[in-house]
Protein backbone atom coordinates (compact mmCIF):
# COMPACT_ATOMS: atom_id res chain seq x y z
CA UNK A 1 0.00 0.00 0.00
CA UNK A 2 1.46 3.43 -1.21
CA UNK A 3 1.65 5.94 2.15
CA UNK A 4 0.84 9.67 1.06
CA UNK A 5 2.09 12.00 3.37
CA UNK A 6 0.30 15.44 3.14
CA UNK A 7 -0.22 18.91 4.69
CA UNK A 8 -3.01 20.61 5.52
CA UNK A 9 -3.09 23.95 4.59
CA UNK A 10 -5.86 25.58 6.88
CA UNK A 11 -5.09 26.94 10.12
CA UNK A 12 -5.49 24.59 12.98
CA UNK A 13 -5.44 26.17 16.31
CA UNK A 14 -2.54 28.31 15.34
CA UNK A 15 -0.82 25.19 14.76
CA UNK A 16 0.45 24.70 10.71
CA UNK A 17 2.84 22.99 8.18
CA UNK A 18 6.24 24.19 7.65
CA UNK A 19 5.71 25.02 4.53
CA UNK A 20 3.27 27.21 5.44
CA UNK A 21 4.72 28.92 8.41
CA UNK A 22 7.64 30.22 6.61
CA UNK A 23 5.71 32.69 4.12
CA UNK A 24 6.21 36.01 5.08
CA UNK A 25 5.63 39.07 2.56
CA UNK A 26 8.42 40.92 2.40
CA UNK A 27 7.36 43.40 -0.34
CA UNK A 28 5.43 45.84 1.52
CA UNK A 29 1.70 46.62 1.04
CA UNK A 30 0.80 49.69 -1.50
CA UNK A 31 -0.58 51.96 1.55
CA UNK A 32 -0.93 50.38 4.89
CA UNK A 33 -1.95 53.94 6.36
CA UNK A 34 -4.76 54.34 3.73
CA UNK A 35 -7.04 51.61 4.94
CA UNK A 36 -6.56 52.97 8.34
CA UNK A 37 -7.37 56.16 7.25
CA UNK A 38 -10.69 55.17 5.29
CA UNK A 39 -11.83 54.30 9.03
CA UNK A 40 -10.62 57.11 10.92
CA UNK A 41 -10.13 59.91 8.35
CA UNK A 42 -7.45 62.37 9.50
CA UNK A 43 -6.33 60.04 12.59
CA UNK A 44 -3.33 59.22 10.87
CA UNK A 45 -0.18 60.10 12.40
CA UNK A 46 3.28 58.74 12.08
CA UNK A 47 5.91 60.23 14.67
CA UNK A 48 7.96 57.63 14.36
CA UNK A 49 8.30 56.25 10.97
CA UNK A 50 9.59 52.39 10.26
CA UNK A 51 12.61 51.94 8.11
CA UNK A 52 12.10 49.80 5.36
CA UNK A 53 13.79 46.28 6.99
CA UNK A 54 11.94 47.24 10.37
CA UNK A 55 8.21 47.69 8.22
CA UNK A 56 8.70 43.96 7.13
CA UNK A 57 9.77 42.61 9.70
CA UNK A 58 6.48 44.05 12.03
CA UNK A 59 4.46 42.93 9.39
CA UNK A 60 5.73 38.95 9.13
CA UNK A 61 5.53 39.88 13.30
CA UNK A 62 2.16 40.77 13.52
CA UNK A 63 0.21 37.69 12.05
CA UNK A 64 -2.31 36.12 14.24
CA UNK A 65 -1.66 32.75 12.83
CA UNK A 66 -0.07 31.15 11.08
CA UNK A 67 3.20 32.13 13.36
CA UNK A 68 6.57 32.81 11.93
CA UNK A 69 9.92 31.41 13.30
CA UNK A 70 12.77 34.32 14.09
CA UNK A 71 15.10 32.50 11.85
CA UNK A 72 12.30 33.61 9.18
CA UNK A 73 11.97 37.11 9.85
CA UNK A 74 15.31 38.22 10.58
CA UNK A 75 15.87 36.64 6.84
CA UNK A 76 14.51 39.84 6.12
CA UNK A 77 16.93 42.53 7.08
CA UNK A 78 20.19 42.70 6.54
CA UNK A 79 21.24 43.58 10.25
CA UNK A 80 18.83 41.54 12.27
CA UNK A 81 18.86 42.81 16.01
CA UNK A 82 19.34 45.85 15.49
CA UNK A 83 15.91 45.43 12.87
CA UNK A 84 14.32 43.84 15.96
CA UNK A 85 15.11 46.30 18.66
CA UNK A 86 13.38 48.82 16.33
CA UNK A 87 10.20 46.87 16.53
CA UNK A 88 10.54 46.08 20.09
CA UNK A 89 10.99 49.70 20.95
CA UNK A 90 8.48 51.73 18.29
CA UNK A 91 6.09 49.58 16.66
CA UNK A 92 2.87 50.06 18.90
CA UNK A 93 0.16 47.89 17.47
CA UNK A 94 -0.20 44.70 17.14
CA UNK A 95 1.14 44.15 20.60
CA UNK A 96 2.55 40.70 19.98
CA UNK A 97 4.71 42.55 17.40
CA UNK A 98 7.28 44.10 19.69
CA UNK A 99 7.21 41.02 22.28
CA UNK A 100 7.53 38.18 19.16
CA UNK A 101 10.89 40.49 18.29
CA UNK A 102 11.99 40.73 21.63
CA UNK A 103 11.21 36.74 21.60
CA UNK A 104 13.92 36.34 19.13
CA UNK A 105 16.35 39.36 20.29
CA UNK A 106 16.28 36.78 23.96
CA UNK A 107 16.19 33.02 21.58
CA UNK A 108 18.81 34.24 19.42
CA UNK A 109 21.04 37.35 20.50
CA UNK A 110 21.14 37.05 24.49
CA UNK A 111 24.77 38.04 25.22
CA UNK A 112 24.19 41.20 22.39
CA UNK A 113 21.54 42.52 23.81
CA UNK A 114 22.30 41.76 27.42
CA UNK A 115 22.15 45.62 27.82
CA UNK A 116 18.50 45.71 26.34
CA UNK A 117 17.45 42.93 28.62
CA UNK A 118 19.01 44.66 31.99
CA UNK A 119 17.23 47.65 31.12
CA UNK A 120 13.78 45.72 30.12
CA UNK A 121 13.81 44.20 33.79
CA UNK A 122 14.57 47.75 35.38
CA UNK A 123 12.19 49.88 33.64
CA UNK A 124 8.71 50.48 35.44
CA UNK A 125 6.57 50.63 31.78
CA UNK A 126 8.21 47.73 30.39
CA UNK A 127 7.00 44.56 32.80
CA UNK A 128 5.74 42.83 29.60
CA UNK A 129 9.12 42.80 28.22
CA UNK A 130 10.43 42.08 31.64
CA UNK A 131 8.12 38.60 32.34
CA UNK A 132 9.04 37.79 28.72
CA UNK A 133 13.00 37.64 29.86
CA UNK A 134 11.99 36.23 33.33
CA UNK A 135 9.98 33.22 31.99
CA UNK A 136 12.54 32.51 29.63
CA UNK A 137 16.08 32.97 32.28
CA UNK A 138 17.63 29.57 30.57
CA UNK A 139 17.50 29.98 27.13
CA UNK A 140 19.79 32.96 27.81
CA UNK A 141 23.95 32.37 28.55
CA UNK A 142 24.42 31.19 31.71
CA UNK A 143 26.46 34.81 32.97
CA UNK A 144 23.54 37.21 31.31
CA UNK A 145 20.92 35.30 32.51
CA UNK A 146 22.51 35.78 36.21
CA UNK A 147 23.08 39.34 35.14
CA UNK A 148 19.47 40.44 33.98
CA UNK A 149 17.98 38.29 36.97
CA UNK A 150 20.09 40.23 39.57
CA UNK A 151 18.90 43.58 37.64
CA UNK A 152 15.44 42.06 37.96
CA UNK A 153 15.50 41.56 41.58
CA UNK A 154 16.66 44.47 42.56
CA UNK A 155 13.82 46.45 40.01
CA UNK A 156 10.58 47.97 39.96
CA UNK A 157 9.32 44.16 38.96
CA UNK A 158 11.26 42.14 42.07
CA UNK A 159 8.25 40.57 42.87
CA UNK A 160 7.40 39.20 39.84
CA UNK A 161 11.38 38.08 39.41
CA UNK A 162 11.26 36.31 42.61
CA UNK A 163 8.66 34.07 41.29
CA UNK A 164 10.18 33.14 38.75
CA UNK A 165 14.14 33.16 39.39
CA UNK A 166 14.09 30.29 41.51
CA UNK A 167 12.53 28.50 38.54
CA UNK A 168 15.44 28.51 36.84
CA UNK A 169 17.88 25.45 36.36
CA UNK A 170 21.02 26.87 37.25
CA UNK A 171 21.69 26.70 40.44
CA UNK A 172 23.81 30.51 40.81
CA UNK A 173 20.45 31.91 39.57
CA UNK A 174 18.33 29.98 42.71
CA UNK A 175 20.79 30.91 44.82
CA UNK A 176 19.61 34.50 44.33
CA UNK A 177 16.26 33.72 46.26
CA UNK A 178 16.87 32.11 49.63
CA UNK B 1 2.05 19.82 12.76
CA UNK B 2 -1.12 19.34 10.89
CA UNK B 3 -0.73 16.92 8.87
CA UNK B 4 -2.60 14.48 7.05
CA UNK B 5 -1.52 11.13 6.25
CA UNK B 6 -3.88 9.21 4.02
CA UNK B 7 -2.96 5.73 2.48
CA UNK B 8 -3.83 6.63 -1.55
CA UNK B 9 -5.54 3.07 -1.84
CA UNK B 10 -8.42 4.27 0.82
CA UNK B 11 -10.99 4.72 -2.41
CA UNK B 12 -10.78 1.09 -2.88
CA UNK B 13 -11.46 -0.41 0.01
CA UNK B 14 -15.29 -2.24 -0.20
CA UNK B 15 -17.76 -0.62 2.05
CA UNK B 16 -19.14 -3.15 4.68
CA UNK B 17 -22.42 -3.49 6.61
CA UNK B 18 -24.03 -2.28 9.47
CA UNK B 19 -21.66 -0.42 12.15
CA UNK B 20 -19.81 -3.21 15.16
CA UNK B 21 -21.51 -1.67 18.07
CA UNK B 22 -19.48 -3.12 21.32
CA UNK B 23 -21.97 -1.77 23.86
CA UNK B 24 -25.01 -0.15 24.74
CA UNK B 25 -25.31 3.57 24.09
CA UNK B 26 -25.02 5.65 27.04
CA UNK B 27 -27.42 8.23 26.93
CA UNK B 28 -27.95 11.83 29.08
CA UNK B 29 -29.90 15.44 28.26
CA UNK B 30 -28.77 18.29 29.46
CA UNK B 31 -31.17 21.30 28.75
CA UNK B 32 -31.27 21.09 24.67
CA UNK B 33 -28.31 18.56 24.42
CA UNK B 34 -27.84 15.31 24.76
CA UNK B 35 -25.02 13.40 24.93
CA UNK B 36 -24.36 9.74 23.54
CA UNK B 37 -21.49 7.91 24.56
CA UNK B 38 -20.66 4.15 22.56
CA UNK B 39 -17.63 2.44 21.31
CA UNK B 40 -17.52 0.77 17.77
CA UNK B 41 -15.00 -1.70 16.39
CA UNK B 42 -13.55 -0.98 12.74
CA UNK B 43 -13.61 -3.74 10.31
CA UNK B 44 -11.42 -2.82 7.22
CA UNK B 45 -9.91 0.54 8.91
CA UNK B 46 -13.33 1.95 8.82
CA UNK B 47 -15.60 2.60 12.15
CA UNK B 48 -19.30 3.28 11.01
CA UNK B 49 -20.59 5.31 13.58
CA UNK B 50 -24.70 5.19 13.73
CA UNK B 51 -26.45 8.75 14.20
CA UNK B 52 -29.93 8.30 15.16
CA UNK B 53 -31.74 11.53 14.44
CA UNK B 54 -35.61 12.52 15.56
CA UNK B 55 -36.19 16.35 14.97
CA UNK B 56 -32.08 17.00 16.00
CA UNK B 57 -30.91 20.21 14.13
CA UNK B 58 -27.28 19.56 14.68
CA UNK B 59 -24.59 16.84 15.81
CA UNK B 60 -21.21 16.85 16.73
CA UNK B 61 -19.01 13.33 17.07
CA UNK B 62 -15.53 12.77 18.57
CA UNK B 63 -14.04 9.68 17.75
CA UNK B 64 -11.34 8.67 19.99
CA UNK B 65 -9.20 5.55 19.34
CA UNK B 66 -5.39 4.46 20.12
CA UNK B 67 -4.71 4.43 16.66
CA UNK B 68 -5.01 7.80 14.07
CA UNK B 69 -8.37 8.82 13.36
CA UNK B 70 -10.05 11.01 10.85
CA UNK B 71 -13.80 11.34 9.17
CA UNK B 72 -14.08 9.55 5.56
CA UNK B 73 -17.40 9.99 4.47
CA UNK B 74 -20.81 10.95 6.02
CA UNK B 75 -24.32 8.95 4.82
CA UNK B 76 -28.23 10.09 5.50
CA UNK B 77 -30.72 7.96 6.19
CA UNK B 78 -31.33 7.73 2.06
CA UNK B 79 -28.25 6.06 2.06
CA UNK B 80 -26.47 9.22 0.15
CA UNK B 81 -23.44 10.23 0.28
CA UNK B 82 -23.27 13.68 1.62
CA UNK B 83 -19.42 14.63 2.20
CA UNK B 84 -16.79 12.65 1.22
CA UNK B 85 -12.94 13.55 2.88
CA UNK B 86 -10.74 13.80 -0.66
CA UNK B 87 -14.02 16.92 -1.77
CA UNK B 88 -12.67 18.75 1.19
CA UNK B 89 -8.77 17.56 0.70
CA UNK B 90 -8.02 20.39 -1.65
CA UNK B 91 -7.40 24.15 -1.51
CA UNK B 92 -10.70 24.54 -0.08
CA UNK B 93 -11.73 23.89 3.91
CA UNK B 94 -14.79 22.40 5.42
CA UNK B 95 -14.09 20.86 8.28
CA UNK B 96 -10.81 19.45 10.37
CA UNK B 97 -12.60 16.39 10.41
CA UNK B 98 -10.92 14.88 7.71
CA UNK B 99 -7.54 15.65 8.49
CA UNK B 100 -6.10 12.83 9.82
CA UNK B 101 -3.68 14.48 12.60
CA UNK B 102 -4.12 12.72 15.71
CA UNK B 103 -6.27 9.92 17.88
CA UNK B 104 -9.26 11.96 18.09
CA UNK B 105 -11.37 13.36 15.33
CA UNK B 106 -14.16 15.84 15.98
CA UNK B 107 -17.13 16.42 13.67
CA UNK B 108 -19.83 18.73 13.84
CA UNK B 109 -22.53 18.46 11.24
CA UNK B 110 -24.13 20.45 9.43
CA UNK B 111 -21.21 22.81 8.57
CA UNK B 112 -23.28 25.38 6.27
CA UNK B 113 -27.06 25.98 5.18
CA UNK B 114 -25.86 24.30 1.90
CA UNK B 115 -24.97 20.83 3.64
CA UNK B 116 -28.98 20.98 4.47
CA UNK B 117 -30.44 19.74 7.54
CA UNK B 118 -30.66 16.81 9.47
CA UNK B 119 -33.62 14.46 8.39
CA UNK B 120 -34.75 11.82 10.58
CA UNK B 121 -33.45 8.20 10.24
CA UNK B 122 -30.38 6.91 10.88
CA UNK B 123 -27.38 8.75 9.55
CA UNK B 124 -23.70 7.27 9.26
CA UNK B 125 -20.55 8.04 9.88
CA UNK B 126 -17.59 6.66 8.83
CA UNK B 127 -14.35 7.02 10.56
CA UNK B 128 -10.62 5.88 9.22
CA UNK B 129 -8.33 3.99 11.08
CA UNK B 130 -5.37 4.18 10.35
CA UNK B 131 -2.22 3.03 11.79
CA UNK B 132 1.45 5.50 12.50
CA UNK B 133 2.71 4.20 8.99
CA UNK B 134 -0.50 4.91 6.88
CA UNK B 135 -1.87 1.60 6.52
CA UNK B 136 -5.63 0.97 7.89
CA UNK B 137 -5.55 -0.76 10.91
CA UNK B 138 -8.82 -2.15 13.45
CA UNK B 139 -8.98 -0.74 16.53
CA UNK B 140 -11.98 0.26 19.26
CA UNK B 141 -13.11 3.89 18.30
CA UNK B 142 -14.89 5.72 21.27
CA UNK B 143 -17.45 7.84 19.98
CA UNK B 144 -19.11 10.97 21.99
CA UNK B 145 -22.02 11.77 20.21
CA UNK B 146 -23.58 14.94 21.30
CA UNK B 147 -26.83 16.18 19.79
CA UNK B 148 -28.45 19.84 19.64
CA UNK B 149 -32.29 20.78 19.87
CA UNK B 150 -32.83 23.94 19.21
CA UNK B 151 -34.59 24.96 16.01
CA UNK B 152 -33.82 28.67 16.26
CA UNK B 153 -30.34 28.67 13.93
CA UNK B 154 -29.83 32.46 14.11
CA UNK B 155 -29.83 33.15 17.73
CA UNK B 156 -27.81 31.59 20.48
CA UNK B 157 -25.85 31.27 23.49
CA UNK B 158 -21.96 29.81 23.99
CA UNK B 159 -20.80 29.06 27.46
CA UNK B 160 -17.17 30.29 27.70
CA UNK B 161 -15.46 29.05 30.57
CA UNK B 162 -12.41 31.35 31.16
CA UNK B 163 -9.27 29.57 33.28
CA UNK B 164 -6.58 31.50 34.91
CA UNK B 165 -3.11 29.72 34.77
CA UNK B 166 -1.59 29.86 38.04
CA UNK B 167 -1.96 33.16 39.92
CA UNK B 168 -3.12 34.71 37.09
CA UNK B 169 -6.41 35.35 38.21
CA UNK B 170 -4.86 37.63 41.26
CA UNK B 171 -2.77 39.73 39.01
CA UNK B 172 -5.45 42.99 38.81
CA UNK B 173 -3.73 43.45 35.31
CA UNK B 174 -4.17 39.97 33.84
CA UNK B 175 -7.92 39.70 35.63
CA UNK B 176 -9.05 43.05 34.18
CA UNK B 177 -7.67 42.91 30.70
CA UNK B 178 -9.61 39.53 30.32
CA UNK B 179 -12.49 40.83 31.31
CA UNK B 180 -12.49 44.16 29.12
CA UNK B 181 -11.36 41.61 26.34
CA UNK B 182 -14.43 39.88 26.90
CA UNK B 183 -16.67 42.46 26.99
CA UNK B 184 -15.25 43.37 23.09
CA UNK B 185 -15.72 39.76 22.38
CA UNK B 186 -19.14 39.74 23.14
CA UNK B 187 -19.53 43.63 21.47
CA UNK B 188 -17.89 41.62 18.27
CA UNK B 189 -20.45 38.59 18.58
CA UNK B 190 -23.64 40.69 19.52
CA UNK B 191 -24.98 41.31 15.86
CA UNK B 192 -24.66 37.95 14.67
CA UNK B 193 -27.05 36.81 16.98
CA UNK B 194 -24.02 35.38 19.29
CA UNK B 195 -24.37 35.87 23.42
CA UNK B 196 -21.60 34.73 25.29
CA UNK B 197 -22.21 33.42 28.79
CA UNK B 198 -18.67 33.60 30.42
CA UNK B 199 -17.64 32.07 33.81
CA UNK B 200 -14.12 32.54 35.10
CA UNK B 201 -12.29 30.09 37.26
CA UNK B 202 -8.49 30.17 38.88
CA UNK B 203 -6.49 27.21 38.55
CA UNK B 204 -3.25 25.56 39.42
CA UNK B 205 -2.24 24.80 36.02
CA UNK B 206 0.93 26.15 34.84
CA UNK B 207 1.77 29.47 33.56
CA UNK B 208 3.73 27.89 30.48
CA UNK B 209 1.31 26.16 28.40
CA UNK B 210 1.62 23.49 25.67
CA UNK B 211 -0.41 23.62 22.77
CA UNK B 212 -3.86 21.86 22.81
CA UNK B 213 -3.52 18.18 23.63
CA UNK B 214 0.32 17.97 24.10
CA UNK B 215 -0.15 18.50 28.01
CA UNK B 216 -1.53 16.16 30.63
CA UNK B 217 -2.89 19.12 32.46
CA UNK B 218 -5.27 19.45 29.34
CA UNK B 219 -6.55 16.35 30.22
CA UNK B 220 -7.17 17.55 33.69
CA UNK B 221 -8.91 20.57 32.67
CA UNK B 222 -11.22 18.90 30.41
CA UNK B 223 -12.29 16.26 33.00
CA UNK B 224 -13.77 19.38 35.02
CA UNK B 225 -15.64 21.07 31.91
CA UNK B 226 -19.63 20.71 31.66
CA UNK B 227 -19.86 19.41 28.35
CA UNK B 228 -21.49 22.32 26.58
CA UNK B 229 -18.72 25.28 27.25
CA UNK B 230 -15.79 26.18 25.94
CA UNK B 231 -13.23 26.38 27.84
CA UNK B 232 -10.11 28.97 27.16
CA UNK B 233 -7.28 28.89 29.57
CA UNK B 234 -5.54 32.46 30.25
CA UNK B 235 -1.88 31.26 29.91
CA UNK B 236 1.33 33.71 30.31
CA UNK B 237 3.20 31.85 27.59
CA UNK B 238 2.87 29.57 24.75
CA UNK B 239 5.30 26.59 24.09
CA UNK B 240 7.78 28.59 26.24
CA UNK B 241 7.86 31.81 24.46
CA UNK B 242 5.90 34.47 22.28
CA UNK B 243 5.73 32.62 18.90
CA UNK B 244 1.94 31.85 19.93
CA UNK B 245 -0.20 34.35 21.48
CA UNK B 246 -4.06 31.86 20.86
CA UNK B 247 -4.58 28.55 19.94
CA UNK B 248 -7.55 26.88 19.23
CA UNK B 249 -7.73 22.88 19.91
CA UNK B 250 -9.39 22.05 16.12
CA UNK B 251 -11.87 23.17 13.80
CA UNK B 252 -14.22 22.46 14.70
CA UNK B 253 -13.36 21.80 18.40
CA UNK B 254 -15.13 19.01 21.03
CA UNK B 255 -17.17 19.40 22.90
CA UNK B 256 -16.56 16.44 24.73
CA UNK B 257 -13.68 15.96 27.65
CA UNK B 258 -10.53 15.40 25.36
CA UNK B 259 -7.00 16.92 25.77
CA UNK B 260 -7.83 18.79 23.22
CA UNK B 261 -11.01 20.26 24.08
CA UNK B 262 -9.55 23.86 24.94
CA UNK B 263 -8.12 27.55 23.48
CA UNK B 264 -4.77 28.72 24.89
CA UNK B 265 -4.47 32.35 24.98
CA UNK B 266 -1.50 34.15 26.22
CA UNK B 267 -2.51 37.11 28.03
CA UNK B 268 1.14 38.73 28.13
CA UNK B 269 1.46 38.71 24.54
CA UNK B 270 -1.82 40.42 24.19
CA UNK B 271 -0.87 42.85 26.62
CA UNK B 272 2.35 44.17 24.71
CA UNK B 273 5.63 45.26 26.51
CA UNK B 274 4.70 47.66 28.80
CA UNK B 275 2.66 44.79 30.13
CA UNK B 276 -0.48 46.37 30.34
CA UNK B 277 -3.77 46.87 28.57
CA UNK B 278 -4.23 49.79 26.67
CA UNK B 279 -7.89 50.81 24.77
CA UNK B 280 -6.37 49.32 21.33
CA UNK B 281 -4.95 46.07 23.26
CA UNK B 282 -8.30 45.32 25.11
CA UNK B 283 -9.99 45.78 21.22
CA UNK B 284 -7.36 43.73 19.58
CA UNK B 285 -7.16 40.83 22.88
CA UNK B 286 -11.09 40.52 22.12
CA UNK B 287 -10.95 40.00 18.66
CA UNK B 288 -8.52 37.62 19.42
CA UNK B 289 -10.71 35.42 21.81
CA UNK B 290 -12.99 35.92 19.43
CA UNK B 291 -11.38 35.06 16.12
CA UNK B 292 -9.80 31.72 18.64
CA UNK B 293 -13.21 30.77 19.88
CA UNK B 294 -14.84 30.97 16.06
CA UNK B 295 -12.01 28.33 15.11
CA UNK B 296 -13.17 26.17 17.49
CA UNK B 297 -16.56 26.95 16.43
CA UNK B 298 -15.35 25.26 12.96
CA UNK B 299 -14.64 28.57 11.22
CA UNK B 300 -11.87 28.91 9.23
CA UNK B 301 -9.44 31.65 7.87
CA UNK B 302 -11.68 33.17 4.51
CA UNK B 303 -8.49 32.86 2.73
CA UNK B 304 -4.90 31.82 4.31
CA UNK B 305 -1.70 33.94 3.54
CA UNK B 306 -0.59 32.02 0.53
CA UNK B 307 -4.06 33.34 -1.07
CA UNK B 308 -4.87 30.12 -2.58
CA UNK B 309 -6.42 28.45 -0.16
CA UNK B 310 -9.99 29.39 0.98
CA UNK B 311 -12.54 28.14 3.41
CA UNK B 312 -15.89 26.55 1.85
CA UNK B 313 -17.79 29.53 2.02
CA UNK B 314 -19.44 31.37 -1.33
CA UNK B 315 -20.05 34.49 0.34
CA UNK B 316 -16.31 35.00 1.63
CA UNK B 317 -14.59 36.45 -1.31
CA UNK B 318 -12.39 34.52 -2.71
CA UNK B 319 -9.42 36.73 -3.28
CA UNK B 320 -6.00 36.15 -4.68
CA UNK B 321 -3.67 38.23 -3.13
CA UNK B 322 -2.55 40.32 0.16
CA UNK B 323 -3.99 43.94 -1.25
CA UNK B 324 -6.83 42.33 -2.56
CA UNK B 325 -7.65 40.25 0.32
CA UNK B 326 -6.62 43.16 2.94
CA UNK B 327 -9.15 45.30 1.00
CA UNK B 328 -12.25 42.80 0.47
CA UNK B 329 -11.69 40.83 4.07
CA UNK B 330 -9.07 42.67 6.04
CA UNK B 331 -12.25 44.22 8.83
CA UNK B 332 -13.29 39.94 8.85
CA UNK B 333 -13.26 38.33 12.52
CA UNK B 334 -11.37 35.50 10.90
CA UNK B 335 -9.06 37.26 8.59
CA UNK B 336 -5.36 35.63 9.03
CA UNK B 337 -3.58 38.79 10.75
CA UNK B 338 -4.80 42.14 12.07
CA UNK B 339 -4.34 45.19 9.30
CA UNK B 340 -2.39 47.62 10.73
CA UNK B 341 0.14 50.21 10.19
CA UNK B 342 2.48 49.79 12.93
CA UNK B 343 1.17 52.39 15.44
CA UNK B 344 -2.59 50.97 15.05
CA UNK B 345 -5.17 48.02 13.36
CA UNK B 346 -8.47 48.05 11.95
CA UNK B 347 -11.21 46.54 13.76
CA UNK B 348 -11.78 43.03 12.73
CA UNK B 349 -15.52 42.63 13.35
CA UNK B 350 -17.61 41.35 10.90
CA UNK B 351 -18.63 37.92 9.70
CA UNK B 352 -20.50 37.08 6.54
CA UNK B 353 -23.19 35.61 6.30
CA UNK B 354 -22.12 31.98 5.87
CA UNK B 355 -19.91 32.94 8.59
CA UNK B 356 -22.70 33.44 11.13
CA UNK B 357 -24.91 30.40 9.85
CA UNK B 358 -21.43 28.09 10.44
CA UNK B 359 -21.03 30.09 14.25
CA UNK B 360 -25.08 29.10 15.16
CA UNK B 361 -24.61 25.24 13.94
CA UNK B 362 -22.11 24.50 16.05
CA UNK B 363 -23.19 22.51 18.87
CA UNK B 364 -22.34 24.08 21.19
CA UNK B 365 -24.61 27.08 20.03
CA UNK B 366 -27.55 26.84 21.83
ZN1 LIG C 1 -6.72 31.98 12.94
New interface residues.
Given amino acids: ?18 A ?1 AG ?1 V ?1 A ?1 L ?2 T ?2 E ?2 AQ ?1 APG ?4 P ?3 TDAG ?1 AV ?1 RAL ?8 CAEVEALSPTPVETLREV ?1 D ?11 A ?2 CL ?2 GHGAEVQADLVA ?1 VGGA ?8 VL ?2 LD ?1 LPEDVALAVATAALAGPHAADAS ?1 RVPKSRHPALQALVP | MTRLLRPLALAALPLLGACDLLDDVLSEFDGDLETRSFSVDSSDGKARVDVEIDGQETFQLTATSGQLVAVEAIYDPDGELVLYWEDWYGNESLTGAVWLEGRDTVLNWPVRSVDGELSAGTWQVEVGVVDNEGYYTDATVDAVLKLKQDPDLSDGVVKARIVYADGLMQDEVVSAGVQAAVARWEEVWGPYGLSLDAGYESSAYSTDQAFPGESGEHEDLAQDASGSEVTVLIAETIDGGMDYYGIAGSIPGTLDHTGRALVVVSWLANAGGDGSFSDDDVRLFGETLAHEVGHYMGLFHPVEMTWDYWDALDDTDACQGQGDCEGGLGDNLMFPYPVCDWTSCLAQDQLTDGQTGVSHRYTGTL
Fill in positions: MITSLLLALACNGGKVPPQVDGPPPALLQAAAELAPYYSVRDPEPTVRAQQPPWAGMRANVQWDTRGLALLDQLA
